[in-house]
Nanobody, 126 residues
Framework: QVQLVDSGGGLVQAGGSLRLSCAAS????????MGWFRQAPGKEREFVAA????????YYADSVKGRFTISRDNAKNTVYLQMVSLKPEDTAVYYC???????????????????WGQGTQVTVSS
């Protein structure tokens, strides 16, 4: 079992930056690929980014490509989402999630993720 704790959200002006963190419990962190999703008010939860077990492969939604960077530190059981050039449309609750599937083809699909963090609010003002 994996427990995930998201942090790092906040209020930032458009064009600003934030770094989200997701700390995982347990000694099996490196056996999971990790993803970030977000959910804006009145909208479905959508995929943002994912990273393979080793960190060698990453995958991004088109809406964040070039602005967001996902990374992980397996020694610290932590995955990060560095966000720059933030836009008001990035406003959402951001969730990290863990999947045993190490194939990019499924990383964008919520049903493949077994564990979820509690979410952290990101608000970008215009």
């Amino acid at each position: 079992q994996v427990q995930l704790v998201d942090s790092g959200g906040g209020l930032v002006q458009a064009g600003g930056s934030l770094r989200l963190s997701c700390a995982a419990s347990g000694r099996t962190f490196s056996t999971y690929a990790m993803g970030w999703f977000r959910q804006a008010p009145g909208k479905e939860r959508e995929f943002v980014a994912a990273i393979s077990r080793s960190g060698g492969t990453t995958y991004y939604a088109d809406s964040v490509k070039g602005r967001f960077t996902i990374s992980r530190d397996n020694a610290k059981n932590t995955v990060y989402l560095q966000m720059v050039s933030l836009k008001p449309e990035d406003t959402a609750v951001y969730y990290c999630a863990a999947t045993p599937q190490n194939y990019p083809a499924v990383w964008g699909l919520r049903r493949y993720y077994d564990y979820w963090g509690q979410g952290t609010q990101v608000t970008v003002s215009s």
